[in-house]
């Protein structure tokens, strides 16, 4: 039986190269349950948990893989392969039990290049990382007064960066609703607007891979808001007539980011530029104005753009439940195979057996069914075995 286990850690950080590259050490704290007082078990889980409190806090992820997979020894499983070389070295400094909880305390070093890419493996494919921030004006003061019979208009504006706006936040209300999972990277502060505008101008966005695996996410929304004035309150029209509203004019790019599975390169699934006009007496107002009409439009073009990667990142996963013995339990099965986060399609095989289509990394199908009642007896990327508990009538 899959249990739970607690994490807690503590560092202290030391850098180093060595011949395959940057090598970081640290001190950390791992903690299992104790089941059926096999100390010997718990030990070695313990360790596996300090190890990975490692590898997330040396890479300095900001999303813990705790908070997408609740079933931390499955995530062993998955990635052992890739974390059998992450953690170059370790030294158990010190190991207890207290009650039913055995507590390891271990020195550990972990190659950096390692860790993204075990990191990497663990990456959401429907968690999306959204920063657009905007440039609009801010109005500093305004007034009206006439000169020799003429109603005149003025008005002073300093510009501002607004990393929290109108558009981030609808896109982030679309894509919740549509089931995605959003980071949103202005609290975070590992980016900065200044950053995502010379990546658009340049096309290199090598400086912001890192958040690929920092966030456990492979999908990155990324863009810049400019605006202009086109036409100001007060502004001469002719025939003696002012204008009695600011025109804004504002322009948006942005680009769909994600990581190949097998390069880990950079790519584009999308871009795109779009621009709006607002028109109110208040130039912050005709801003807002112009914001949400160029939300109302590119939204919809985004989460397609989204849709389409989930669909084409989809996988088939061989499912079996051991314990099926029966139509009825078969059909009991697949209902709960269908009613699944992100599974698109499910065939049965045989009695028992499924081939399940599934946009995300099968580690996730299995925890998800986990959390359902079935009970994991083997794992691998390809081909997942359960039991189920069938309630009886």
């Known amino acids: 039986m899959f249990v739970k286990y607690l994490m807690t850690f503590v560092f202290i950080a030391l850098v180093y190269n060595n011949a395959y590259g940057e090598v970081r050490c640290g001190i950390f704290e791992g903690e299992a349950i104790i089941n059926r007082n096999d100390i010997i078990s718990a030990k070695a889980e313990a360790i596996a948990r300090a190890k990975w409190n490692a590898i997330e806090e040396l890479a300095g992820v900001e999303v813990k893989a705790q ?6 020894v499955l995530v062993d499983d998955a990635v052992s392969k890739e974390i059998r070389g992450v953690v170059e070295s370790y030294k158990i400094l010190g190991e207890e039990r207290k009650g039913d909880i055995y507590q390891v305390k271990i020195n550990a070093c972990v190659e950096m290049k390692k860790a993204e890419k075990a990191l990497s493996s663990l990456a959401l494919n429907n968690s999306v990382s959204v920063f657009i921030p905007v440039k609009k004006p801010k109005l500093l003061s305004e007034r009206e007064f006439i000169t020799k019979g003429k109603k005149h208009y003025e008005m002073e504006t300093k510009e501002e960066f607004e ?23 202005a609290p975070t502060e590992i980016i900065e607007a200044r950053r995502i505008e010379e990546a658009i101008k340049s096309g290199n966005y090598l400086s912001l891979k890192s958040m690929i695996y920092k966030l ?14 086109s036409t100001k309150k007060g502004q001469d029209a002719g025939y003696g007539i002012s204008m009695p509203f600011n025109n804004v004019t504002v322009r948006l790019q942005y680009r769909i980011i994600s990581r190949d599975a097998n390069s880990g390169k950079i790519i584009v699934l999308a871009s795109g530029t779009d621009e709006s006009k607002g028109l109110a007496p208040n130039i912050e107002d005709a801003t807002e104005k112009a914001m949400n009409s160029i939300a109302d439009k590119v939204i ?46 499910v065939k049965e095989k045989g009695l028992g057996e499924f081939i399940v289509t599934y946009s995300e990394n099968p580690i996730y199908l299995a925890n998800s069914l986990i959390q359902k009642g079935f009970e994991l007896v083997k794992y691998s990327s390809d081909t997942i075995i359960f039991n189920y508990f069938f309630e009886k009538n």
């Open 216 to 229: 456990l996410t492979n999908v990155l929304i990324i863009g810049k808001m400019d605006y202009s004035i």
């Open 67 to 72: 908070s997408v997979v609740q079933n931390m």
């Open 163 to 185: 990393e929290t706006n109108i558009l981030t936040e609808k896109l982030i209300d679309e894509l919740t609703n549509q089931g995605f999972t959003v980071i949103d990277l």
């Open 300 to 345: 919809p073009t985004i989460i397609d753009k989204l849709r389409e990667f989930i669909k084409n990142s989809a996988r088939r996963v061989n499912l079996k439940v051991e314990n099926v013995s029966s139509i009825k339990e078969n059909f009991q099965v697949k209902e709960e195979l269908q009613n699944t986060a992100w599974v698109m399609e």
